[in-house]
């Protein structure tokens, strides 16, 4: 079955370290979103890419980046980490219009 | 500017009873609207649509209703199971394939 798996699903990691969250997607979709969860804030979108090499920043891009070398795998990359970017991570992908295939998220703590 | 609202972040409900998860939205121009629900630990997965062209839409115990003049959305859940315990997230086609969701409903439905 095709599927969205992100990796890893828990991570600790220190202010100002890089960090990057993987992204991988079976479908062969074009369209591939990265969305954090806040309370209060709902699923806010931090970056897309509607195909390989092609990526936009969302509402809330500061401080994280993307690269689309092939069409599975979309990883973001947190250059500097902050406590504010302690969040759950979801990455997203789509084919059309419409709906989106979540993965199972990525819970990331900075201390 | 949030785009789609949803200014109830919790509902508690009796087993059997029937659930009402509100919406607003600023812009009328969306084309259709969905709904999202979120499990612990899970990704969200999608729930159920509607077109802007209709105003109402049915599947099993969900239905959507649509009032575009107030411009706001809303879903039933009939009857409400224990099952039906999640955050309910709505969202909208902000441009292209990018959505924009609401803040989220934690639903809980006591025995």
């Known amino acids: 079955d095709a599927e969205i798996t992100q990796s890893p699903r828990h991570k600790i990691t220190e202010t100002g370290r890089q960090v990057t969250l993987a992204c991988h997607q079976t479908?062969?979709?074009?369209?591939m979103f990265w969305y954090r969860q806040d309370l209060g804030h709902g699923l806010r979108l931090i970056h897309y890419s509607y195909g390989v090499q092609d990526t936009n920043k969302g509402e809330v891009s500061d401080g994280y980046s993307v690269s689309r070398s092939n069409t599975e795998d979309l990883p973001l990359t947190l250059e500097s980490a902050a406590s504010s970017q302690t969040s759950v991570y979801f990455c997203?992908?789509?084919?059309?219009?419409?709906?989106?295939?979540f993965g199972e998220g990525s819970r990331l703590t900075v201390l | 500017d949030q785009q789609v609202k949803q200014n109830s972040p919790s509902l508690s409900v009796q087993e059997g009873r029937i659930s009402i998860l509100n919406c607003d939205y600023t812009?009328?121009?969306?084309?259709?609207f969905l709904w999202y629900k979120k499990y612990p630990a899970e990704g969200p997965t999608f729930l159920i649509s509607i077109s802007s062209i209709k105003d109402k839409n049915e599947d099993g115990r969900f239905t959507v209703f649509l009032n575009k003049s107030a411009k706001h959305l809303s879903l039933h859940i009939v009857p409400s199971q224990p099952g039906d315990s999640a955050v309910y997230f709505c969202a909208a086609p902000v441009s292209d394939y990018k959505l924009s969701f609401g803040a989220g409903t934690t639903v809980t439905v006591r025995a």
């Open positions: 997203a992908s789509s084919e059309s219009a419409g709906e989106l295939f």
């Open positions: 812009n009328s121009m969306f084309d259709y």
């Open positions: 479908w062969n979709h074009n369209n």
